[in-house]
């Protein structure tokens, strides 16, 4: 089966500083890869060109087989490729039903076939909040959130747009370790329930018990791709992370 | 029909009023460029300096430029209360964008209004010895009216930037617009610089208006004019630079002054704004990072 | 209330209020300013799709407002045709310019964007006072037919006009509110970035929010002539237009229909008796004041002051 995710050779510069160089990765169905790295080293620019905030300079990116190099964001999510964001960016001015409502009635309801009913809609992001444990603040204004209810908004709405691949950006980054396992186990979930997730971490702890498989960039370029316990132990990575 | 004496005389004087456009600009790259303020209403302080400096000028005789600098203290005591207000309402509350814009637009036109019903819709001047007079070096005609203006604007130029860079407050100024959580971590309280650098702003509104008025007579309607001037030079100046937004000022100084002298004075005030269009256009990764 | 129900009693109350001011009122004054008072409805309302909704401050209201009054110059020039062609032509006009807007300005944001619409509305009054034909600086004188279409004067006529054209903005206004375009609408203005990665096309949202703000401000300026008699640039594009177009749904509140109509009755209203009885200065500055002290104070307007009560019991 063709990796649901291929990315070739993808390059990135802002002016004279090179933020990605030849980038190579694919993703499988139903995988969960970790994407580690030193700060700085260019994860958060790999997740914006591939999700297609930003464009990148040199390179392509295919998805479930089609190119997408030239496509707006909104169409890479309506193609099922999602992300949530470091930094929390809920709709402030909305409900937390209406943060889901948005992405569901401009995904699921933009694709071909039956268009979900209001009221349908509605129920599945009271399910979608359910999941994720915020089922009894539905009502509420974001800004009632707890940090770790934020993350977790987050990713509920990012999981209503029904991704195909999910990139999981720091969601635990400044969390306890409860509430790293309270996130972990979100993920699991819906890895279980069909969606590929990319994670996106500096907790080792976390990535190395979730992942099935690692990457490791530095300094723009991946230097290591394979099992977890493999990729740490490659020379280089302990000498990113530890110094010579 | 080029001719050469017309030209080189619209040139110069697009540089004499680039330099005083750089006294005009200087706030904006303090309150916006550095402070991320949006203080669409400096040309309302700037036609208030004028008006000042017309009111006092014509009941006392007094050079205006004396009163410019004598009244920018006061002008920034009045910039300090303003940022208080901006910040109690605005920044401390979270809200910004429409909000915040909508407060110094109603800031823009009530200071227009105002000096309407104080001072009439007539156009008001100053008397000073230099205006009038020009110097001549062969074809090149210098006003003084022009030229004072522009070495006033340029030295309160040099001042700021030796301020900025040499004094404490200067430095903490620059910090703060780098780099917020630096500063309170260092044990400086940035709202406190904040109110200091805005209130230097708004100073230097007192200056940039006697020196208007002694450039052209004034009334209440032309501050609008120059709230695309000044947003066009801060943005083609790379919104913090002192030198950057020098050269921008003269190069719409330049521009404005050749179109006004072949093309007629009614096309000037697009030039500035169709400046800024453009630049906005083709520089949109630099904005777009804000 | 459904969509389809707010047309019908939103046009019932429109309908009523037009019968019972024409049926009663016998003082030509009144028309001349509920004309004013409604077409500020129409421009507080269409400003507040871009603005309170969409997140976009547009400070060049001027510029739609002056095009959809000069192209109702241009037709009345070239031809004779009835008010309500001249509003739709005015509409069109302005729309386009509002897309032409959209599309150059798609990528600034707040303060950049903001002055970007006002170096437009410069750019566009500049054009016209070099503009001949119209009349340039000097101005033009318009007549009134002699006849009104219906029964009554001519300004009586313009009012009804714009009551319609007032019904059919706030109609609409609240249409979008409840739609899918408006929760996109919201969602731009408060996460752009979140937004797009959520699916929502925020471009091609963009451009629909600016067309249609700037098609309905061009429709409220389209009579303007008939009503004036004497148009000049320096009266249409009068900044006032811009104060009072974001004063007005500020003030009234920025996140429902009800809030520019109750800012444009509120403030409209003040501003008529004003003018009669102190300065038209006097007043203008009374609006700038307010504009600022309900910033400060009370920054979602009345409806969010009506709001917030409700919420506390």
């Known amino acids: ?132 444990g915020l089922a009894d603040k539905a009502a509420r204004l974001p800004r009632d959130l707890t940090q770790v209810e934020m993350r977790k908004l987050e990713l509920a709405r990012a999981v209503a747009s029904a991704p195909r691949l999910l990139f999981a950006d720091e969601t635990m980054a400044g969390l306890s370790p409860s509430e790293v396992e309270e996130i972990l186990a979100v993920l699991v979930r819906l890895n279980e329930q069909g969606i590929t997730i990319v994670l996106i971490e500096h907790i080792m702890r976390a990535v190395m018990s979730f992942s099935t498989r690692l990457v490791v960039l530095v300094a723009g370029q991946k230097i290591a791709d394979g099992p977890p316990q493999e990729a740490i132990r490659n020379p280089e990575v302990e000498r990113a992370y530890l110094g010579e | 029909m080029l001719s050469l004496d017309l030209a080189v005389n619209a040139v110069v004087a697009g540089l004499l009023l680039g330099g005083f456009y750089a006294a005009v600009t200087i706030g904006v790259t303090i309150s916006f460029g550095m402070l991320d303020i949006v203080n669409i209403a400096h040309p309302a302080f700037i036609m208030l300096g004028s008006f000042v400096a017309y009111f006092v000028n014509s009941s006392f005789g007094i050079d205006p430029i004396l009163i410019g600098v004598v009244m920018a203290p006061v002008f920034f005591l009045v910039g300090m209360a303003v940022y208080q207000i901006y910040f109690y309402a605005f920044e401390q509350r979270g809200e910004e964008s429409i909000q915040g814009l909508a407060f110094f637009f109603g800031l823009l036109f009530v200071g227009e209004v105002a000096l309407i019903l104080v001072f009439g819709v007539d156009y008001r001047f100053v008397e000073a010895p230099y205006i009038g007079p020009a110097l001549h070096f062969g074809m090149i005609d210098l006003p003084l009216r022009m030229l004072i203006p522009c070495l006033v604007s340029l030295l309160m130029l040099a001042v700021l930037q030796l301020f900025l860079g040499r004094t404490f407050i200067g430095r903490a100024i620059l910090a703060v617009s780098q780099d917020r959580l630096a500063l309170q971590l260092m044990a400086a309280n940035p709202t406190r610089i904040k109110r200091i650098a805005f209130g230097i702003s708004i100073a230097t509104a007192s200056v940039a208006g006697a020196l208007l008025i002694i450039i052209q007579p004034v009334e209440p309607s032309i501050g609008r004019d120059y709230i695309g001037r000044i947003f066009a030079i801060c943005v083609l100046g790379g919104m913090t630079s002192f030198p950057g937004m020098l050269a921008g000022a003269m190069l719409i100084g330049i521009v404005e002054s050749i179109t006004a002298t072949f093309y007629g004075p009614s096309w000037a005030p697009a030039v500035a704004f169709g400046f800024l269009l453009l630049t906005l256009a083709i520089r949109p990764a630099g904005i777009l990072g804000r | 209330m459904r969509t389809a129900s707010f047309w019908i009693v939103s046009f019932v109350v429109a309908a009523a209020v037009l019968a019972l001011s024409r049926g009663l009122i016998a003082n030509e004054y009144f028309f001349f300013a509920g004309y004013v008072v409604l077409q500020y409805i129409v421009l507080s309302t269409a400003w507040n799709i871009l603005g309170g909704y969409t997140g976009y401050t547009n400070f060049g209201v001027g510029a739609f407002f002056a095009v959809g009054a000069y192209s109702s ?147 409220s300026g389209a009579p303007l002539p008939y009503y004036v008699t004497y148009l000049d640039p320096a009266s249409s594009f009068n900044l006032s237009y811009a104060v009072n177009s974001v004063a007005m749904p500020l003030i009234g509140g920025m996140t429902s229909w009800a809030g520019p109509v109750i800012g444009a009755v509120l403030l409209g209203t003040i501003q008529q008796l004003a003018t009669v009885t102190i300065s038209s200065a006097l007043n203008l500055l009374i609006v700038g004041l307010l504009l600022i002290a309900f910033v400060i104070i009370a920054p979602n307007g009345i409806v969010g002051l009506v709001q917030a009560r409700a919420r506390l019991r």
């Open chain 1, 1 to 132: 089966m063709p990796p649901l995710l291929e990315v070739g050779g993808l390059g990135k510069r802002f002016g004279g500083f090179v933020a990605l160089e030849g980038i190579d990765l694919a993703v499988d169905t139903g995988e969960r890869l970790g994407l580690i790295g030193p700060n700085g080293s260019g994860k958060s620019t790999l997740v914006n060109c591939l999700c297609g905030a930003l464009h990148h300079d040199s390179g392509t990116i295919a998805f479930d087989g089609r190119t997408i190099d030239g496509l707006p964001a909104y169409q890479r999510t309506r193609l099922g490729l999602a992300r949530s964001f470091q930094l929390p960016k809920p709709f402030r001015s909305l409900n937390l039903v209406d943060n889901l409502r948005i992405p569901l009635l401009y995904t699921v309801n933009a694709r071909p076939g039956p268009r979900l009913s209001h009221d349908a809609v509605v129920d599945r992001c009271l399910a979608l909040l359910d999941d994720v």
């Open chain 3, 73 to 219: 110059v241009v037709l009345h020039k070239l031809t004779s045709v009835p008010v309500p062609v001249m509003i739709l032509a005015g509409g069109l006009v302005s729309g386009v310019l509002g897309f032409g807007m959209g599309y150059l300005t798609l990528r600034l944001k707040g303060v950049f964007f903001a002055i970007a619409t006002l170096a437009l509305a410069i750019v566009a009054q500049t054009l016209i006072v070099n503009w001949d034909y119209v009349g340039g600086s000097r101005g033009i004188y318009v007549i009134r037919p002699q006849q009104a279409p219906l029964l009554g004067s001519y300004i009586q006529y313009l009012y009804s006009l714009m009551l319609v054209l007032a019904w059919i903005a706030v109609a609409i206004a609240r249409t979008i509110e409840r739609s899918r375009l408006g929760l996109g609408f919201n969602a731009i203005r408060d996460d752009e970035a979140a937004a797009e990665a959520g699916g929502v096309p925020t471009l091609r949202l963009k451009l629909i929010s600016t067309t249609l703000s700037g098609a309905l401000m061009g429709m």
